[in-house]
Nanobody, 124 residues
Framework: QVQLVESGGGLVQPGGSLRLSCAAS????????MGWYRQAPGKQRELVAS???????NYADSVKGRFTISRDNAKNTVYLQMNSLKPEDTAVYYC??????????????????WGQGTQVTVSS
């Protein structure tokens, strides 16, 4: 299987910045789309940003112009640079990746994996 490990969350004041990282590991053949989602208390999980293998990006309207998603295909890693943070950005941020991995029998199988989540708190 494929595991995702996130890092970079924490407490930041309004207007501050944080950078999240998410590294995928396992017998990965290729990763198509990587993305960041978030879930605030009492709310549904929502897409924050996603990026294709070729670099096409998609952002939630609420973060456009403030957040930037990028990826390093050689490292199977996706990043989320978050600037001008607001209290309403407070949530648990989850990394997601979809692609193909190689099973022990050498057959390729699709995967859709999630990280464990990292807390981002924006507060003064």
């Amino acid at each position: 299987q494929v595991q995702l490990v996130e890092s970079g969350g924490g407490l930041v004041q309004p207007g501050g910045s944080l950078r999240l990282s998410c590294a995928a590991s396992g017998n990965i053949f290729s990763i198509n789309v990587m993305g960041w989602y978030r879930q605030a208390p009492g709310k549904q999980r929502e897409l924050v940003a996603s990026i294709s293998r070729g670099g096409d990006t998609n952002y939630a309207d609420s973060v456009k112009g403030r957040f930037t998603i990028s990826r390093d295909n050689a490292k199977n890693t996706v990043y989320l640079q978050m600037n001008s943070l607001k209290p309403e950005d407070t949530a648990v941020y989850y990394c997601n990746a979809e692609g193909t991995y190689v099973r022990p029998n050498y057959y390729r199988t699709n995967f859709d994996s999630w990280g464990q989540g990292t807390q981002v708190t924006v507060s003064s």
